[in-house]
C-alpha cells in the first residue's frame, strides 16, 4: 500500500479508488440495488434524498439508486469494451502497416488519417444514421470511431522501434516479419497502449453519453448514465437528485480514469 | 518564397484527396444499410411497381459507383437533392441555417483561441510551479466532464438559480445587443470551456517542448529575462505547433456544437442533422456530415497556412 502511494501519488490513489469503485458498482450494482431498475416504488416524482429512497425518485417515480447503479453497468461495460476492442484493432492494424511495404503502409495510413479528419460525433452519429443503436451496433461504432486515434499513436511507436538496434539486429539473423512483429515490436508497445487504452475509455464514455443524451445512444427501456441525464431533464428546475446524481456519476467515472492515467505517466 | 509556395500548394493537395476520402467514407457508410430505403419510405402497401418507380426516381437501381459519382457531383454543383423527411430542397434547408451554425463557431473561436493561447503561455512560462499545477488540474476537470454536463451545470447556475439568463436560443433576425448577450451567453462559454481546456494542455505542451530546446539554454546563458525567453526565443519558434493543436481542438468545436446546439434550441446545422439522423433522412445527413468535415478540413488548412507562413526556416 505504501509504495503503490509513492508510485501514484494521492490523486492518482484517488483516481485508482473511483475508478474501482465504479468497476465494482457496475458488476455487483445489479445484485445490491434496492429495487429493480424499472420498478415504479413512488407515486411522488422527483422526490429528494431520503432514508426510504437514497437518491430520491424520477421523473416517473423509480429509484434513482437503482436506475443509476444500472445504468453505470452499461456505461463502465459499454465503454471497457468499445476501448478495449479499438485499443486491439488499432494496435494490430498500427503494427501490421509499420512492418508491411511502404505502399501499403502509406495506403492503409491515407485512409484512416481521412477517417481521423471526420469529428468523432459527426462519425458516429452518421453510422447510428445507417445501423441504428442496438447495443452491439453502439460497440461496434463507438469502436470504430477511436480505431483511426490508436492507430496513429501505435504505428508511430511500431515505426520507431522498428529502427532500433535490436531489431535489425534480429531481422539480420534471418527471423520473418511476423515473428519481428509478435515477438521484437509488440511486448515494447504494450505499457504506452495501455495508458493510451484508459484515455480511449475516458473518450468512449464521454462520446456514448452524449449519443444517449441526444436520444441516439442506448435505447429504453434499457438506459445508460446519459440517458438518465436526459430522461430526468425536467428536473433540472427543482435541482432534483435524479439529474445530479447520474451527472455526478459520469463526472466522478471520468475524473477518477483521468488522475490514475495521469498519474500512471508522470511516474514513469 | 517558391519553397512557400510549393508547400501551401501541397497541402491544399492533401487536404482535398483527404476530402474525397471522407466524401466515400461517408457515402459508404450511408449505404451500408441492408434494409431498402424505398420500401420504408413507402411502407408495406406500396405496390412493387411504385417501388420500382421510385428506385427508379431516386437513382437507387444504379450501381454504388454511379451513384457515388452522381452524388458527389450534386454536391459539387451545389444541389444535393431533396429531403426524405419534409421534400425540401437540402441546398434550402441547409442554407438557411448554416450562417447562424457559422456564427456560433466564429463567436465561440473568437473567445476561446486568445483566452487559451494566454492560459497555455502562462502555464508553459510557470510551468511546475503553483501556477502551472493549478491551471493543469482546473483543464483536467474540465476535459473530463461531457459538453452536455457542462450546458446543463451552465443552466442550472444562471438560469435556475441566479435568473440571469434564458436557457433557450432564441437567435431572433435582428437582435439587440442585449439579446444577442442574452442567445450567445450560455452556448459560446459551454463550447469555450471545452475549447479552452483542450488548446491550453496543448499549447502548453508546445511551448514546454520548445523551451527545452539547446538554444533557449542559450538564450538562458546571455541573461535574457524570463518573459523575454518565452515570448522571444519560443514562441515564435512554437507557433507552428500551436497552429496545429488549434486546428486539432477546433475539431472539438465541431462536435460540441451539435450538442450544443441541441440542448439549448439553437437552429443552426448541428441541430438539423441530429434532426436527419432521427429521421433517417439521408440526403440531408450526408450534406451535413460532409459540411462538417468540409469545415473542420478548411480550419486544420489555415492552421498548416500559419504553421508554414511563420516558420523562419522557410523565409528567405
Redesign the interface.
Known sequence: MKSLYRYLGITGLAGLALTLFWVLVSFVGPLIAPYSPGEIVNYDVFLPMSWEHLLGTDYLGRSVLSRVMDGARFTVGLAFAAALLASLLGTGLGLFSAVSGKALDESIS??M???L??????FA???????GSSIPILLLITAITYTPGVFRIARSLAVNINQMDYIQVARARGEGRIYLASVEVLPNMIHPMLTDFGLRF?YVV?LL??LS????GVQPPNADL?SL?REN?SG??E?APA?MAP?AA??SL??GV??FI?SLRSSR | MNTIVNLLLKRLGISLVTLLLVSAVVFLITNLLPGDPVQEMLGQAATPEVVEALRTKLGLNQPAYIRYMNWLGSLLSGDPGVSLANNMPVAELVSDRLPRSLMLAGITTLVAVPFALFVGILAASYSDTRVDHFISTIVMFVVAVPEFLIATIAVLIFSVHLGWLSAVSYAPQDPTLQEFIATYALPVMTLSLVLVGQMSRMTRAALIEQMQQPYVEMAILKGASHSRLVLRHALPNAVGPIANAVALSLSYLMGGVVIVEVIFNYPGIASLMVDSVTNRDFPLLQACAMLFCTGYLILVFMADICAILSNPKLRN
Open positions: 491515407r485512409v488519417d481521412a477517417l479528419s471526420i469529428p468523432n460525433k459527426i452519429l452518421v453510422m447510428i444514421a445507417a445501423l475516458v464521454l453519453s452524449s443524451f441526444l436520444g441516439l446519459g441525464v431533464m433540472l428546475w435541482g439529474i451527472a459520469i463526472i471520468t475524473i483521468n488522475l495521469d
